[in-house]
């Protein structure tokens, strides 16, 4: 969104001669350079999240791996990246890569959460509050898989549209119109399949994820539609990939929920 994706010219140094940005690169630099900083900050995070859980619930040590495996694979795409001198295709690659990292955490979350207690461990005076309707299980899927759908068309928008990280970079050969009405299809899709969601668990536990969904995609849509008459904006933009986010995540939590599994 600032144009800064070649700022670090190079990989794995940022320069040809400088494993750091330097005052000739200025911001750009900058920015790049600590999104690479970053990474190193959540490839740690990712070791000490693998050694906490193989010591204290170790039956999920496989979601925490996640965590630690996803990053540098992730380094690795953002480095072709560099050298592919942006190339779309590559950048989808780079930002759909984060979110097998977004369904382990999030499950590794609602796994050791208090909150998620299944039926079976409840009082009796919440356990009706607490069922969850058979259907919801399958609809729950659906859910993941549709905001997942929503998130792949997005990126072809984005790839066709102006905001490439560098003025100079090619953009995908797709009609931006035709991309762009895919993209509101599979998210009125989407709308559908969160209102079913809505009338199932109106009367149970499940029903303030549901309504959270609803409020995030009523937003989503709101938001797509407002940057689409006003020329794509650059921080609308971003506001845009961070709610697509918060979408997929409550949609995981939604259909983990909708498991009943007792937490760790």
């Avoid at 050298?83 to 369904?103: A, C, E, K, M, R």
């Avoid at 849509?221 to 689409?228: E, F, I, M, S, V």
């Amino acid at each position: 969104m600032t144009g800064s994706g070649l700022g670090c010219p190079s990989w794995p140094t940022c320069t040809s001669s400088s494993l750091s940005t330097t005052s000739e690169l200025g911001l750009h630099g900058a920015i790049e350079f600590g999104n690479r900083l970053l990474a190193v900050v959540m490839e740690a995070v990712g070791v000490l999240l693998v050694l906490a859980v193989r010591r204290h619930a170790p039956r999920l040590t496989r979601l925490a791996l996640v965590q630690a495996l996803v990053v540098p694979l992730q380094a690795v795409i953002g480095g072709l990246l560099v050298l592919s001198d942006l190339n779309p295709y590559v950048l989808i690659l780079h930002f759909l890569t984060s979110f097998p990292l977004v369904y382990c955490a999030a499950w590794l979350l609602w796994s050791l959460s208090p909150a998620t207690a299944s039926p079976a461990i409840l009082s009796p005076a919440t356990q009706a509050e607490a069922s969850v309707p058979p259907p919801m299980r399958t609809l729950s899927v659906l859910l993941v898989v549709s905001a997942a759908a929503v998130l792949v068309l997005g990126t072809l928008v984005t790839g066709t549209g102006p905001h490439a990280g560098d003025p100079d970079v090619e953009r995908l050969p797709f009609n931006p119109l035709t991309v762009t009405r895919l993209h509101t299809d599979a998210v009125y899709v989407l709308v559908g399949l969160v209102l079913a969601a809505l009338a199932l668990t109106w009367g149970t536990s499940l029903r303030r994820w549901a309504l959270l969904l609803a409020a995030l995609v009523l937003g989503q849509g709101a938001l797509g539609y407002w940057q689409y008459f006003h020329g794509v904006p650059p921080f609308a933009v971003a506001v845009h990939v961070a709610g697509a986010t918060a979408v997929f995540t409550t949609a995981v939590w939604l259909q983990l929920s909708s498991r009943r599994t007792t937490p760790a």
